[in-house]
């Protein structure tokens, strides 16, 4: 899929990508593909390359949809990522099967989450821990609770540093997460 757009070479005019997410750790349970792109300085010049590129891929055939988002500024209201621009692909696939591609453009690589992921599981991920990651977002996504679903990189968190093994054991490990966060926002400057 990604080869037939050349996608790599045209994020490579852009800056430095690396695979992120469930495809950079081989747990991958979707057809989503996430890719964070380091660039010099998010200038001008760079979110040029950006917007033209996204403007390339829309006219490629295997291309549905091309979402750009400028998050840096006074649009990046999320304090915890730096400023990026965003592009979001819809993809057919050779075996026509649709794909998403998140592809992330920051200038701050080190305060990127993503990558931060990457190097602190991609190293411990093993066999067995790869296929309880698997099932546990397997049965996260079809629970159909209502919650909201749980984020990948507090699955690989849990399975990969704290040894949840069960649908159980996270639903634990998540509850002890949420009241330790909530003592810990109720300390001596909570409002």
Request: hydrophobic share 35%; aromatic share 6%.
């Amino acid at each position: 899929m990604c080869e037939r757009l050349g996608l790599w070479r045209r994020l490579e005019r852009v800056g430095a990508p690396v695979v992120v997410g469930a495809a950079g750790l081989g747990v991958i349970d979707r057809r989503d593909i996430d890719i964070t792109i380091s660039c010099v300085a998010l200038n001008e010049e760079t979110i040029g390359r950006i917007t033209s590129l996204g403007a390339e891929l829309a006219t490629h055939e295997d291309v549905r949809q091309v979402v750009i988002r400028d998050d840096t500024g006074r649009w990046n209201t999320d304090p915890r990522y730096p400023d990026g621009f965003y592009l979001g692909l819809e993809i057919m696939s050779p075996r026509e099967k649709l794909w998403t591609a998140d592809l992330w453009f920051v200038d701050e690589p080190e305060r990127q989450p993503d990558l931060e992921h990457l190097r602190r599981f991609a190293p411990l991920v093993t066999d067995e821990s790869r296929t309880v990651i698997l099932a546990l977002k397997r049965s996260a996504r079809t629970r159909g609770t209502g919650d909201d679903p749980v984020p990948g990189y507090l699955i690989y968190e849990a399975v990969i540093q704290d040894a949840v093994r069960s649908e159980m054991e996270l639903q634990e490990w998540l509850n002890r997460r949420r009241s330790e966060s909530a003592t810990h926002d109720e300390g001596p400057n909570a409002s």
